[in-house]
């Protein structure tokens, strides 16, 4: 039989060369006894400088779910770049812990980060307009500093922070954030699964789209799952997930389209072989029941083991 060489979290590929899971897993064992610190600011910004690659950390433009944003300027280039430092205490690194004895929390934010960096870089080949992925080190993402004209200093605003009726032909707006999910499902053969106007940012040169760190790519061979690509027919859930939350966004301006037909439309490109699995699927099960027996039962396991771990920590603290 052979094992299993990655990570069952799907979208996160974890070999087990190189270190060894006894090593993460004795990592998360010592946890108690070396407590782990959230990363403020100022530590965000001595590790930035630590790498030796940068000359000077300017501001704080950002701070999501799951990262802290800094603007700085490039040792060699001088070039304004962006870094994204992975935090470890969030609701995103907790969700991806569960289930995962054998990883610690700063493990988890450099897997995360080596995430995105690696699906930025699968985007920008595919010539999808994402900010381009420069280097990666552990917690650190740097990328290419999106500002909101050429030569400006000023970070490009997210969709969602701006009056979409202020701007001239907002419709045009929607159609071009539609092309670029189509794209991304189409040429970058991957599902974004958090796009929203909260991950898109405008500038003069158009939309950008950003935060991929969760994104997978579908299988368009095989038609089935592994540890880190889904089944096309889950793709398609996606993706509608995708277009729907797009165009919640939008609505509210009273502009709006019919997330399903978009959806059908965009899954019409799709090569003749990958449309025929669609039709079959459908009329099998519903699209979002095919998650292999095999995965229903490590997924069962990871939750059980989860809330046994935090029974026992709140039994800790009650007493």
Same mark, same amino acid.
């Given at each position: ?14 070999? +087990? @060369? ?17 407590? %782990?610190?959230? =990363?403020?600011? %100022? /530590? ?18 950002? &701070?999501?779910?799951?990262? %802290?944003?800094?603007? &700085?300027?490039? @040792? ?29 929390? /700063? ?5 995360? &980060? ?32 999106? +500002? ?38 189409? !040429? ?8 929203? +106007? ?29 540890? %880190? ?11 509608? &997930?995708?277009?729907?939350?797009? +165009? @919640? ?10 997330? @399903? ?18 039709? !079959? ?9 095919? =998650? ?28």
């Amino acid at each position: 039989m052979v094992k299993n060489k990655h990570n069952q979290k799907i979208g996160f590929e974890f070999s +087990n @060369k190189g270190r060894q899971f006894d090593e993460y897993r004795q990592q998360r064992n010592t946890r108690s006894v070396i407590q %782990t610190k959230e =990363i403020i600011v %100022t /530590e965000a910004i001595n590790q930035l400088l630590a790498i030796g690659k940068i000359r000077r950390a300017i501001s704080v433009i950002g &701070a999501g779910k799951e990262a %802290t944003v800094l603007l &700085a300027q490039e @040792k060699e280039t001088n070039d304004l770049i962006c870094a994204k430092v992975f935090r470890y205490f969030t609701s995103t690194i907790r969700k991806r812990l569960q289930g995962t004895r054998h990883i610690s929390k /700063e493990t988890m934010a450099s897997i995360a &980060a080596k995430q995105e960096y690696w699906n930025l870089y699968g985007l920008y080949k595919a010539n999808i307009p994402v900010p381009k992925p420069r280097y990666l080190l552990n917690n650190i993402m740097i990328m290419d500093f999106i +500002n909101i004209e050429e030569d400006s200093i000023i970070p490009a605003p997210i969709l969602s922070d701006v009056k979409i009726s202020d701007i001239d032909d907002p419709e045009n707006l929607l159609y071009e954030a539609i092309d670029i999910i189509a794209r991304m499902f189409l !040429e970058g053969k991957m599902i974004h699964g958090d796009y929203s +106007n909260d991950n898109l940012m405008i500038t003069d040169r158009g939309l950008v789209t950003m935060d991929v760190s969760q994104s997978v790519i579908y299988n368009q061979k095989t038609f089935i799952d592994t540890p %880190t690509r889904i089944r096309i027919d889950r793709a398609v859930d996606y993706l509608l &997930a995708d277009i729907t939350n797009l +165009n @919640k966004g939008f609505s509210k301006y009273r502009i709006s389209i019919d997330s @399903k037909e978009v959806c059908h439309n965009i899954i019409k490109e799709l090569p003749k072989k990958l449309q025929k699995f669609l039709e !079959e699927a459908k009329s099998i099960l519903p699209i979002s029941r095919y =998650i292999p027996e095999r995965y229903s039962a490590k997924e069962m396991q990871r939750r059980g083991e989860f809330q046994r771990r935090t029974n026992k920590r709140y039994q800790k603290k009650k007493s």
